[in-house]
């Protein structure tokens, strides 16, 4: 599928900063599940950038200004083509880190026992434990009813999403699952990215986690709508938890991340 | 090893002089009567003029102190010596293979020679330097080893300190107080010079320079500010070198660059010698809260335009965890056995070993796995019943966060305090620097407990400084 992809966010510095920086997690790699065709991210300072590969394999702009005036915004544009591989991306790539790496616990991603426990020690295939931990989070997080679990969208995830209950249940269901399988002694990791819109979910900057396994590699399980990614999902950025993928990390952060827009759209 | 007479570095047991001592002991004995206390009060007068102090947190005697500065040298022989530095040198070169490995492939856990939660759930393991290329391949490159002798030739490395080891200037300080105290007895001791450690560590940063340097590096010492109670050293060392000193708000990143601010506009740093901790040299990667860091500054380093001297995450490999396993550490990465031991540890998550501990406390010492500075510390021997029991109840909270060694019986050297010359216990930090070639400065800083029978030699709990001199052949 080729997907075009528009989207727009901004942070507004304190007044009168100075020497303001953003980590820009905004640029999509080829990998077996896309190919990027087109891809450009556009903000003040970017032509000074410096552009590297972080830990996790992801590319990222370094950009700053003296001092900056006002709203600071990112507007990203590409064309993205993807394939449906059932969200199975295979062995780690040239550039990532061992996946070993992703069993490491973090603040954010501490998932109850009661989410995972009836799995330990479980007879069944690795992958048939992870659809059914991506099941078992869902029912007990998903559709706004997780009342008896309490929020792990605090600190400064909340600067990425907003607040918005949709997002901030879709990075604790992702934390949730992330945490669970790390608990259960699986490499596992946070994703963004975007998906494209169908009858049941809206265009939107996204998130989901992928899970290791041994024989089929790191494979994708997006716990908000309970699936494996297919070809409306389109992957930026991974890491440990929500906060090392953030798409603009900032310093001075101001008032936090805004989304201003996002538009992912079928291309002709 | 609890009960025996701790060995004395000066004299044998029958009283007669050790080879290395001969010289001092006769020039000892041709002081004249107050000789020895002149020259500490001297000594006194030349450190508060060098205006080195170190402050004491949580102290209220005002903040700064002078160290105590003991005029009796400790002597370590040619041949101590090359056997030690052999050993230094050894395990300062697996120890930097392990970083590497760690933050790359982690051979070493895949094949089970160190447990993975070991490393994987550390909060010294720095995910973000996975992958990383850093220049030379070395992550540590200035290492201070705590290392306590029991014998002729018994020496044990208590500590591998590859984060922001400090004490340095105390050695150079010490030499260059003694050599103004008596420098006769520099004439009749060949002893191996220690002035160049300034030059060496600037020779190393330089080495480790991005490959993108234009011309001679430029080189900065990142200090957290005044109130840090090593800032005398930072300031100390950045003179030395004749390097900047700098605090966070004093750089800056700029495409992908760090400057320095300077009366004459930016100008671009390469190496920078932060003493900084890990979480709080970036507020932009590491603690959002640090007002001590520089923006971007980590993103700098990897995208290879700036050295960090030490690199983030070198704490992964001097844990007191991971410690018990430098001796694999060392056999893993350079097919070798370990020179100098490690001292046996123990830890107290298996219930056995730890009711072992239990019944076992009044003989041992008990140390916090991320503890430092002698805080946090049960020396079995001196500690009351009372602190025992708290220690019990800490450690059967929280067993992974305690460590459990013997007593090591610590050599003594002869030390001048108020009731005369009389042995007191002694450790060893040795300083080495590791870029373009390993550089062991002969000797360390020699840290003494003054205090009758104690074996704390921080300076922090009333610990001081002798002179170490190796002889030179």
Redesign the interface.
């Given at each position: 599928m080729r997907i075009a992809i528009r989207h727009e966010l901004a942070i507004t510095p304190p007044e009168g900063a100075t020497?303001a920086?953003m980590?820009l997690l905004l640029t999509p790699q080829s990998g077996p599940t896309q190919t990027v065709e087109s891809w450009s991210v556009s903000t003040t300072g970017i032509g000074?950038?410096?552009?590297?590969?972080?830990?996790?394999?992801n590319t990222?702009h370094?950009v700053?200004q003296?001092r900056p005036d006002g709203e600071w915004k990112v507007s990203v544009t590409g064309v993205v083509n993807t394939i449906d591989r059932h969200g199975v991306l295979g062995r780690s790539h040239h550039?990532e880190?061992?996946p070993?790496?992703y069993?490491?616990?973090t603040v954010l991603t501490k998932s109850p026992v009661t989410m995972w426990s009836k799995f330990r020690g479980s007879s069944e295939s690795r992958l048939d434990v992870l659809h059914g931990l991506m099941a078992r989070v869902g029912e007990v997080l998903g559709d706004g009813e997780g009342g008896q679990e309490q929020s792990q969208s605090e600190g400064?995830q909340s600067q990425s999403q907003g607040g918005e209950s949709e997002t901030a249940n879709m990075v604790d269901l992702t934390h949730a699952f992330v945490g669970a399988a790390r608990a259960l002694d699986i490499p596992a990791r946070y994703v963004t990215g975007y998906v494209a819109a169908s009858e049941d979910n809206e265009a939107s900057f996204h998130a989901w986690a992928e899970a290791y396994d041994d024989h089929l590699g790191w494979i994708g399980f997006d716990c908000l709508l309970q699936m494996c990614p297919a070809e409306r999902h389109v992957r930026l950025a991974v890491g440990?938890d929500a906060v090392?993928t953030q798409p603009i990390?900032?310093?001075p952060?101001g008032d936090g991340l805004k989304q201003i827009a996002v538009s992912v759209e079928m291309a002709q | 090893m609890g009960d025996t007479t701790p060995f004395d570095e000066m004299y044998n047991a029958d009283g007669s002089v050790r080879e290395p001592y001969s010289a001092l002991a006769q020039w000892l004995d041709e002081q004249p009567d107050r000789g020895l206390s002149l020259m500490s009060s001297d000594a006194e007068a030349i450190f508060r003029r060098l205006g080195i102090t170190f402050a004491v947190y949580g102290s209220d005697e005002g903040n700064e102190k002078l160290i105590p500065f003991d005029v009796i040298p400790r002597i370590i022989s040619a041949m101590e010596w090359r056997r030690l530095s052999r050993g230094i040198e050894q395990r300062v070169r697996a120890l930097n293979a392990f970083l590497y490995d760690i933050y790359h492939r982690q051979e070493i856990i895949k094949a089970g020679r160190i447990p993975e939660k070991l490393i994987l759930q550390n909060s010294a393991f720095c995910p973000e330097m996975m992958g990383l290329e850093p220049a030379r391949g070395v992550y540590a490159h200035i290492i201070g080893v705590d290392i306590v002798r029991t014998g002729p030739d018994d020496f044990y490395v208590l500590e591998d300190n590859l984060r922001t080891p400090s004490g340095v200037s105390y050695m150079l300080e010490d030499r260059e107080a003694m050599m103004q105290l008596a420098p006769d007895l520099f004439q009749r001791c060949k002893v191996a010079p220690v002035e160049n450690y300034p030059e060496n560590l600037r020779r190393t940063l330089e080495s480790v320079a991005p490959h993108n340097t234009s011309g001679s590096p430029t080189i900065a010492v990142l200090t957290p500010g005044i109130y840090n109670s090593a800032y005398f050293e930072h300031s100390f060392l950045a003179d030395q070198m004749g390097a900047q000193l700098c605090e966070g708000p004093d750089l800056f990143v700029d495409g992908g660059r760090v400057y320095m601010r300077t009366t004459t506009g930016p100008e671009r740093v390469d190496v920078i010698y932060r003493r900084i901790d890990d979480d709080y040299i970036d507020p932009l990667t590491f603690r959002p809260d640090s007002m001590l860091g520089v923006p971007g500054l980590f993103d700098a380093y990897r995208a290879g335009n700036v050295t960090l001297v030490n690199a983030p995450g070198t704490g992964i490999a001097d844990d007191k965890a991971v410690y018990t396993y430098v001796p694999e550490i060392v056999e893993f990465y350079l097919g070798e056995k370990a020179l100098l031991n490690n001292v046996p540890t123990h830890n107290c998550v298996d219930s056995d070993e730890r009711a072992w501990v239990f019944d076992n406390l009044q003989d041992l010492v008990v140390k916090e796995v991320h503890g430092s500075g002698g805080y946090g510390m049960l020396i079995g021997p001196t500690s009351s019943k009372a602190l025992r029991e708290e220690f019990k109840k800490r450690i059967e909270a929280r067993p992974d966060n305690y460590i459990v060694q013997p007593t090591l019986a610590l050599s003594t050297c002869p030390t001048f305090v108020r009731s005369g010359i009389a042995p007191r216990h002694v450790d060893l930090r040795p300083y080495v620097l590791i870029g373009d070639e390993v550089r062991i400065t002969p000797g360390g800083l020699t840290r003494v407990a003054l205090k009758k029978g104690s074996l704390v030699v921080n300076s922090s709990q009333g610990g001081g400084t002798k002179d170490t001199w190796v002889l030179e052949e």
């Open positions: 020497n920086v980590h000074n950038a410096a552009r590297f590969s972080d830990a996790f394999g990222v370094l700053n003296a550039g880190p061992v070993t790496i069993k490491r616990a400064r440990l090392s990390r900032a310093v952060e | -």
